[in-house]
């Protein structure tokens, strides 16, 4: 397996020249050869090389890594007809570049947005009307079936999607998912920005993953610029993206226990999850550990003091932490609501490529920590998670392991000392004709990004995946004859970022 | 049931005591700039050109709070010797110009309109519409429904409906495909109403000005009452700026 690919190793800087071209016919063969035998897609995206149309992807088999290229015409044989990894990857690539996977089963516009080359609209919009949801959604006819359309913009303080319930009485046959609203052009911008911009674009791709994106980018600069990190800084990082998980979990085990009307945990929860976020704030002075991460290392040195602050609040909150949990997890009438609802069984969620929690919680083990570790992740110890039913409990229940285990982690770290230098933005130049790509186990799941050079050094493309991007489809899958009033519950578990999704 | 009263004997009261009492952060957070106005012209260059978000004004010497994200590049460039960063977070101005600052705010309780004060002083119910926010200004505008702040006990709330809102709160850059439906739910709401512009996204485009895919700038499209900067702002500024704005 994987004869014909070339083998690369997480934030390690390739050369151009060295990912093997296949002709478009060998390439979907080799993707599919992988995919069918339990590897996954990290990337694969469309780019222009001179006049011509270029794909390349980055897959993952175990834990090895592979990168692979090819031509492409403007249209091309689609590779989810074989296999269903593929299916959002292809909607992306006949967005952003105008090209066109023939038989696609579901063809459709991910963000909506013109082409970046002005080739015409795979899916025939006018996008000078600025509707998106201007679309024949998918309906299930008959008498007794009811459509319901939310989004939008939603009822709570959250981001806009839209979501199309096709019903009969209370239970959901299907669940679209059209997203494209928080689209920014995150992509296109990036190759065209001074550099000085990149970490504070990173940092908003999605807020909640600041340290998870903006990590995964400075990462693929120092790979790029031959930036050497000191090891205090790994440390910093490490802490910083552990408090984000702890934060975003917490946080998401207290909408969960709102979402059934279980108001004393939500309280709590969300309390702590501020205790997270100021923890973050001591490390760096900005509650998502934005303005931490640059390339070449971190801003603020963690000195005694911090140290002290963050241990003495570890200390105080992990208590009440087990004590919320346990009262959340051991409710009758909660876990009555949590237990066999929104399953997405382990078969499905192999079938669709889904990561992080909402993967482990359905049995796939990956976690980017452990297969491709990167700042101080190498020599920590893995979180097991025992419960694998892929329902709303498992994916709850693995966000409280997760919290302990990264509790254990930030504790480990913090007692490491190690030499930091404070680093800010400078000058560097970037490896011309090369390509990055990085993997980071954001809070969602696997964070990517990957960036292709010119002769001259400049960045010619930027290639940006969200956890998110492989989830969503997973939500949707999870809702088919649950009752719509499952829905919150099921969203809630998955939590995804739609900024994230949207770029 | 006696774990419910266990913990709650264990969380104790948690409810922050401000605005009564008030409040400090820790000395990491960027909030005030203090600008040095006597600083080397040169640093005041060189700080202009390295900020991400080219806030600074070096002839004028001032920085846009609008643009500005508080990364604290300009700080760290000048070793704090033209600008650094205090803990004050009070920073919420009533028009767009007042955040273009040589270091000083006027007090937003005197600017903001008499009418509103009298109109919403007593009750406030805002609908938030994220147009393209990374979640950040959502999360934390959403945390002010948490015990530690506690905004409901102002009489202030996010509702569901446009219609039962008194304003509109905008984070995001408002992206070109949720233009039309920040404008049908700023429609949805009577008047008068009040809008709020929350986060360098929603002020001036925020990290992602220049792109042609977002508007960058709410006041274009519907007049701004209150704006309050930040990448994303705390919590304390949003809640210090609907006090002195409402209250």
Not at chain 1, 8 to 34: H, M, T, W
Not at chain 1, 68 to 97: C, P, W
Not at chain 1, 244 to 257: F, K, M, P, T, W
Not at chain 1, 344 to 373: C, H, M, N
Request: charged share 25%; glycine share 8%.
């Amino acid at each position: 397996m994987g004869n014909n690919l070339l083998q690369i190793k997480n934030g390690e800087k390739v050369n151009r020249a060295d990912i093997p071209q296949l002709s478009f016919a060998d390439f979907s063969k080799a993707l599919i050869d992988i995919a069918d035998n339990d590897g996954y897609v990290v990337q694969f995206f469309a780019y222009k090389d001179g006049e011509t149309n270029k794909l390349l992807a980055v897959v993952r088999q175990g834990a090895k890594l592979y990168v692979v290229g090819s031509e492409v015409d403007q249209t091309f044989a689609s590779l989810t007809a074989s296999n269903e990894k593929f299916h959002m990857f292809e909607r992306e690539i006949a967005e952003q570049y105008g090209l066109k996977p023939e038989n696609h089963p579901w063809l459709k516009m991910a963000r909506y947005h013109a082409n970046y080359q002005g080739n015409p609209d795979v899916f025939g919009n006018n996008y000078e009307e600025d509707t998106p949801g201007n679309y024949p959604y998918f309906r299930v006819e008959g008498e007794d079936i009811h459509e319901v359309a939310v989004g939008p913009v939603h009822a709570g303080i959250i981001e806009p999607g839209h979501f199309r319930f096709q019903c009969i009485g209370e239970i959901v046959l299907h669940l679209e998912i059209q997203l494209g609203y928080q689209h920014r052009g995150v992509e296109k911008m990036l190759p065209t920005v001074p550099k000085k911009r990149l970490p504070i674009i990173c940092e908003s791709i999605a807020g909640d993953t600041a340290i998870g994106h903006n990590l995964s980018s400075c990462q693929a600069i120092e790979s790029l610029a031959e930036l050497k990190v000191d090891d205090g800084a790994h440390i910093v990082r490490s802490i910083a993206l552990e408090l984000e998980r702890i934060a975003n979990h917490v946080g998401d085990l207290g909408a969960l226990s709102g979402d059934v009307a279980f108001n004393p945990p939500a309280a709590y929860f969300g309390r702590m999850r501020g205790e997270f976020l100021n923890l973050l704030q001591v490390l760096c002075g900005n509650r998502f550990g934005k303005g931490l991460v640059r390339p070449g290392g971190v801003t603020y040195v963690m000195g005694s003091e911090q140290r002290q602050l963050i241990l003495d609040k570890l200390s105080e909150v992990r208590p009440e932490l087990e004590h919320v949990c346990d009262l959340l997890f051991s409710a009758h009438t909660v876990m009555a609501r949590f237990e066999n609802t929104g399953t997405v069984p382990k078969e499905r969620a192999q079938e669709l490529g889904l990561v992080g929690y909402a993967g482990r919680a359905s049995g796939i083990g990956y976690d980017a920590r452990v297969t491709f570790p990167t700042e101080s992740y190498g020599d920590l110890p893995a979180n097991q998670n025992n419960m694998t039913k892929g329902d709303v409990c498992s994916r709850g229940t693995v966000r409280r392991e997760e919290i302990m285990h990264s509790l254990d982690l930030i504790e480990t770290l913090v007692k490491r000392q190690a030499e930091t230098k404070r680093v800010f933005m400078k000058e560097y130049e970037l490896a011309p004709s090369s390509f990055v790509v990085t993997i980071n186990e954001g809070w969602r799941g696997e964070v990517s990004h990957c960036i292709l050079t010119d002769d001259k050094g400049q960045i010619e493309r930027y290639k940006v995946k969200d956890p998110s991007f492989h989830n969503w489809t997973g939500l949707a899958m999870s809702l088919r004859n649950e009752e719509i009033s499952d829905f919150p519950l099921c969203n809630k578990s998955f939590n995804l970022s739609y900024c994230g999704f949207d770029l | 049931m006696l774990k419910i009263i266990k913990n709650r004997i264990e969380q104790g009261c948690k409810t922050s005591k401000y605005p009564k009492e008030p409040i400090s952060l820790y000395k990491r957070y960027r909030g005030m700039p203090e600008i040095n106005k006597n600083c080397d012209q040169a640093l005041i260059k060189q700080c202009a050109e390295a900020c991400p978000q080219d806030a600074i004004d070096a002839k004028a010497i001032k920085i846009d709070l609008g643009r500005c994200t508080f990364c604290g590049q300009c700080e760290m460039q000048s070793d704090g010797k033209f600008v650094s960063f205090s803990q004050n977070f009070e920073m919420g101005t009533a028009s767009r110009e007042d955040l273009i600052t040589d270091g000083s705010l006027p007090e937003l309780a005197r600017h903001a309109k008499k009418h509103f004060k009298k109109l919403f002083g007593r009750s406030l119910q805002l609908r938030q519409v994220s147009a393209a926010g990374c979640n950040a200004c959502e999360a934390d505008t959403n945390v002010l429904n948490t015990p530690f702040f506690d905004l409901s006990r102002f009489g202030i709330d996010f509702v569901a409906s446009p219609r039962h809102a008194d304003g509109i709160h905008v984070t995001g850059p408002v992206s070109r495909n949720m233009r039309t439906a920040l404008l049908t739910t700023y429609a949805a709401i009577p008047a008068p109403k009040v809008v709020i512009a929350s986060g360098s996204c929603s002020i001036s485009g925020g990290p992602f000005y220049g792109s042609d895919e977002i508007t960058g700038d709410l006041n274009s499209i519907i007049p701004v009452d209150l704006y309050i900067p930040g990448c994303p702002p705390h919590p304390l500024t949003t809640l210090h700026a609907l006090l002195n704005f409402f209250k």
